[in-house]
């Protein structure tokens, strides 16, 4: 079996595929005191690792045996120190809380440390993933209106995100400081520039999202439109998938 590193960024961005399918509100485990079988209860046995390794190619039969945290190896990735953390410290909040508050501190807790290399690598799925996350979080009215961004219009201004990928950028927490010195208006040199590895997957789609909202489209419109380019000739990275 060939053995895939799976970093904090690539498992961030997997953790919110999740959610964004799930609902942030979806639990691993019933309410204390509620009946399994109660139709208030929202819980998925699955829980939040076994959908990530699923969308990671694991198999259901072998699902059904545990999919937490700890099976990442067994499926042939091993996770950075960073990941591993995140990983582990999702698991341990999901059986007390919903899945969106168990990414949102597992999240704060794994970037206590510092990245590896690793940790900067993604690809599509991550990127569109939180690109849709980011997407939500904020109503239609606080997105630019119609004309209003020019297509040049750096990511980070004054240490705070400006646009919808600087937003991304800033949930997979690159460092606003040395982004807003950069005063880079694409998303793709950005990262590079601050170390970042995208397959060119993603980087399509990153140009994509930017070409759609300098057109005017509103965020969520924006993703969707992106989410439709066709980006199969670009080479394939197993995080692709």
């Known amino acids: 079996m060939t053995t895939r590193i799976l970093g ?15 609902g942030l509100q979806r639990r691993t485990h019933p309410f204390a005191g ?4 109660s139709a208030f209860d929202d819980h998925d046995a699955l829980g939040l690792h076994g959908h990530v390794l699923q969308g990671l190619g694991a198999t ?35 059986y007390s809380g919903t899945w969106g508050e168990a990414i949102r501190a597992a999240a704060s807790l794994a970037h ?16 569109l993933a939180v690109a849709r996350h980011i997407g939500r979080q904020y109503p239609p009215e606080m997105t630019p209106l119609p004309g209003w961004l020019p297509p040049d219009t750096p990511l980070f201004l004054d240490g705070y995100p400006a646009t919808l990928l600087g937003h991304v950028a800033a949930d997979l927490r690159v460092d606003a400081v040395t982004a807003t010195c950069a005063r880079e208006g694409r998303a793709v040199i950005l990262f590079r520039s601050l170390g970042w590895r995208l397959t060119p997957r993603a980087e399509a789609l990153a140009d994509a999202i930017q070409n759609y909202e300098a057109k005017g489209l509103r965020w969520p419109d924006a993703i969707a439109a992106a989410a439709r380019v066709d980006v199969t000739h670009f080479e394939r990275h197993y995080w692709d998938r």
């Not at 509620?34 to 079988?37: G, L």
């Not at 045996?65 to 909040?93: D, I, M, N, V």
């Open 34 to 37: 509620m009946p399994a079988a």
């Open 8 to 22: 904090c960024a690539e498992l961030y961005g997997r953790l919110r595929y999740v959610t964004n399918h799930a």
């Open 60 to 94: 259901a039969e072998y699902l059904e045996e545990g999919g937490g945290a700890a099976c990442y190896p067994a499926f042939g990735f091993r996770l950075t120190e960073k990941a591993a953390r995140l990983a582990r410290f999702s698991e341990e909040f999901e």
């Open 112 to 127: 206590q440390i510092d990245d590896a290399e690793d940790d900067q690598v993604f690809g599509d799925v991550t990127l």
